[in-house]
């Protein structure tokens, strides 16, 4: 209980902003997410400006809206894309193949060939069962292996399902060659909302390993893929990033001395996190026996319109109450008739006690991970709905 509740919106935006974001969404329908493309290309700036010698490979999964990708391909980023579906999305926006790597380490081998077909030359892999796909059905192409890694301090972790022991990568990095294509890098995940920067340390140790024992049969490996896992503005503290880039140059250059190799790093999160604000009715208030001593807050969004993030609880949403003064403990829930549309139940979230059923409530940093996961027609509620800010 806060007597005190304002919330700080200038922790996340400009209150300016917010304003104009609400104002925007006035006369639209509930739930929605409205995009702000300046953030975008602030976030695109940024990396630019702190990672001056990578290349930027835009995670298309995190935001594939027309729009975000318009905007970065003209800002000249290049894209990670996972499947046909996304490779078709891009030529239809007039990205060249030329700017795409194949980053998804699972793909059928008829995907490949779609991929090789459409002019994509770059290719991730992390088994030898891919490895023998991508000899026969895009010959001759680069490929960069994926390590595993711990994903141990990210709040989204996406370790065991990618990459493959530094171990085995040796030998996968000789049957690539055997084969006929160009071993070109290597790639890591360090998990996504990654806040320990310490995790690029140790993946760019086994990395520069790597290097070396390449080398040792032959192989110039020319390309490190840093991966994703630069943090977006949750709720739980990040540092900001010119700490993750001033850190990650020093753990470059231990591994590589002055002689880097070719860098690339495959932002979602950071890149299309902050630019996103959910805005959503309060559907109900309620207790669950006289004396309960929370509240239960049903918004008309939950983890099935989109924030499955919400899952464990792992990302922590900064929601936003329009009133001020004392405040309720409350259990956050989506609108869904699925006990595990629950939002926040353990992690402390608290609302004025004013606040009435009907009133809007603004989910913010919510422009990654959220309209891309959204179901559709589950209990019948359409997919999120996006509106560019205008
Ligand atoms: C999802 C994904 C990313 C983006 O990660 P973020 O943590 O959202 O920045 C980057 N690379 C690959 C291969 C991915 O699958």
Same mark, same amino acid.
Request: with cysteine; net charge negative; aromatic share 12%.
């Given at each position: 209980?806060?007597?005190e509740?304002?919330?700080?919106v200038?922790?996340?935006?400009?209150r300016?902003?917010f304003?104009?974001?609400?104002?925007?969404?006035?006369?639209?329908?509930?739930?929605?997410?409205?995009?702000?493309?300046?953030?975008?290309?602030?976030?695109?700036?940024?990396?630019?400006?702190?990672f001056?010698?990578?290349?930027?490979?835009?995670?298309?999964?995190?935001n594939?809206?027309?729009?975000?990708?318009?905007?970065?391909?003209?800002l000249?980023s290049?894209?990670?894309?996972?499947?046909?579906?996304?490779?078709?999305?891009?030529?239809?926006?007039?990205?060249?193949?030329?700017?795409? %790597?194949?980053?998804?380490t699972?793909?059928?081998?008829?995907?490949i060939?779609?991929?090789y077909?459409?002019?994509v030359?770059?290719?991730?892999?992390? %088994?030898?069962?891919?490895?023998?796909?991508?000899?026969?059905?895009?010959?001759? !192409?680069?490929?960069?292996?994926?390590?595993?890694?711990?994903g141990?301090g990210?709040?989204?972790?996406?370790?065991?399902?990618?990459?493959?022991?530094?171990?085995?990568?040796?030998?996968?990095?000789?049957?690539?060659?055997?084969?006929?294509?160009?071993?070109?890098?290597? !790639?890591f995940?360090?998990?996504?909302?990654?806040?320990?920067?310490?995790q690029?340390?140790?993946?760019?140790?086994?990395?520069?390993s790597?290097?070396?024992?390449?080398?040792e049969?032959g192989?110039?490996l020319?390309?490190? +893929?840093?991966?994703?896992?630069?943090?977006?503005m949750?709720?739980?503290?990040t540092?900001?990033?010119?700490?993750?880039?001033?850190?990650?140059? %020093?753990?470059?250059? +231990?591994?590589?001395?002055?002689?880097?190799?070719?860098?690339?790093i495959?932002?979602?999160?950071s890149?299309?996190?902050?630019?996103?604000?959910?805005?959503?009715?309060i559907?109900?208030?309620?207790?669950?026996?006289?004396?309960?001593?929370?509240h239960?807050?049903?918004?008309?969004?939950?983890?099935?319109?989109?924030?499955?993030?919400?899952?464990?609880?792992?990302?922590k949403?900064p929601?936003?109450?329009?009133k001020?003064?004392?405040?309720?403990?409350i259990?956050l829930?989506?609108?869904?008739?699925?006990?595990?549309d629950?939002?926040y139940?353990?992690?402390?979230?608290e609302?004025?006690? !004013?606040?009435?059923?009907?009133?809007r409530?603004?989910?913010?940093?919510?422009?990654?991970?959220?309209?891309?996961? !959204?179901?559709?027609y589950? +209990?019948?509620?359409?997919?999120?709905?996006?509106?560019?800010?205008?």
């Amino acid at each position: 209980m806060n007597d005190e509740y304002e919330f700080p919106v200038e922790d996340y935006m400009p209150r300016e902003r917010f304003e104009r974001i609400k104002q925007f969404a006035k006369d639209k329908e509930t739930p929605c997410l409205i995009l702000d493309l300046d953030v975008i290309r602030s976030k695109y700036e940024e990396l630019r400006k702190n990672f001056p010698y990578g290349k930027v490979y835009y995670a298309v999964k995190a935001n594939p809206h027309d729009e975000v990708v318009s905007l970065l391909r003209d800002l000249g980023s290049c894209f990670d894309v996972a499947t046909r579906y996304e490779l078709d999305q891009l030529l239809r926006l007039k990205v060249t193949p030329d700017r795409m %790597s194949f980053g998804n380490t699972i793909k059928k081998e008829k995907d490949i060939a779609y991929f090789y077909d459409k002019g994509v030359r770059l290719f991730a892999t992390d %088994s030898f069962e891919d490895v023998d796909k991508i000899a026969r059905a895009a010959p001759g !192409s680069q490929v960069f292996f994926r390590i595993l890694t711990e994903g141990l301090g990210a709040d989204w972790p996406l370790s065991r399902k990618f990459g493959c022991h530094p171990e085995m990568t040796r030998n996968l990095i000789l049957h690539a060659k055997d084969l006929g294509l160009d071993p070109y890098g290597i !790639s890591f995940h360090v998990g996504s909302q990654q806040r320990d920067i310490g995790q690029w340390s140790s993946a760019l140790s086994n990395v520069g390993s790597i290097f070396v024992t390449a080398e040792e049969h032959g192989i110039k490996l020319k390309m490190v +893929n840093m991966g994703g896992g630069f943090p977006a503005m949750y709720t739980d503290p990040t540092n900001p990033m010119e700490h993750y880039s001033s850190d990650i140059m %020093s753990y470059l250059h +231990n591994n590589f001395g002055d002689e880097l190799p070719e860098i690339i790093i495959e932002p979602g999160r950071s890149m299309a996190g902050d630019c996103g604000v959910i805005v959503t009715e309060i559907v109900n208030i309620a207790k669950k026996s006289t004396h309960d001593l929370y509240h239960w807050v049903f918004f008309d969004i939950g983890k099935f319109g989109g924030l499955i993030e919400t899952l464990d609880e792992a990302i922590k949403y900064p929601i936003c109450f329009e009133k001020t003064g004392p405040t309720l403990d409350i259990i956050l829930a989506g609108p869904t008739c699925d006990s595990m549309d629950i939002l926040y139940e353990k992690t402390p979230y608290e609302m004025p006690a !004013s606040t009435k059923i009907g009133e809007r409530a603004y989910i913010l940093t919510t422009g990654a991970y959220t309209q891309s996961y !959204s179901s559709i027609y589950f +209990n019948g509620f359409p997919p999120l709905t996006s509106y560019i800010l205008k």
